[in-house]
């Protein structure tokens, strides 16, 4: 499975973007996740197909809004009101098989290189 993010680069705050990921083939769970300087890498938001259920981290709940595109095999994060502390890696990632709430990295298999977010 593969998975190209594109969309990142540099926000005021206040102010938004849209991250997308191509994925080469769709899995039961699919998340953004994030690392921010100095800390570890964490779930911002995932959507599990089989039931629909969608979580969100707490520090983006009411910004952020995952979806996923089957159309044009994508998973799109739109985040709204963006921070500084928002200012990240991000990174999509796919798994066949995952809790329900705010997504846990280490649950996800496979992942994307990554795309950098710069809030200023």
């Known amino acids: 499975v593969q998975l190209v993010e594109s969309g990142g680069g540099s926000v005021q705050t206040g102010g938004s973007l849209r991250r997308s990921c191509t994925v080469s083939?769709?899995?039961?769970?699919m998340g953004w996740f994030r690392q921010r300087p100095g800390k570890t890498r964490e779930g911002v938001a995932a959507i599990r197909s089989g039931d629909g259920i969608i979580g969100y981290h707490d520090s983006v709940k009411g910004r952020a809004t995952i979806n996923r595109d089957n159309a044009k095999n994508t998973l799109d994060l739109q985040m709204n009101n963006l921070k500084p502390e928002d200012t990240a890696m991000y990174y999509c990632?796919?798994?066949?098989?995952?809790?329900?709430?705010?997504?846990?990295?280490?649950?996800?298999?496979?992942w994307g290189q990554g795309t950098q977010v710069t809030v200023s």
């Open positions: 990632a796919v798994t066949t098989k995952c809790s329900s709430g705010t997504p846990m990295p280490i649950e996800y298999i496979y």
């Open positions: 083939r769709f899995l039961d769970c």
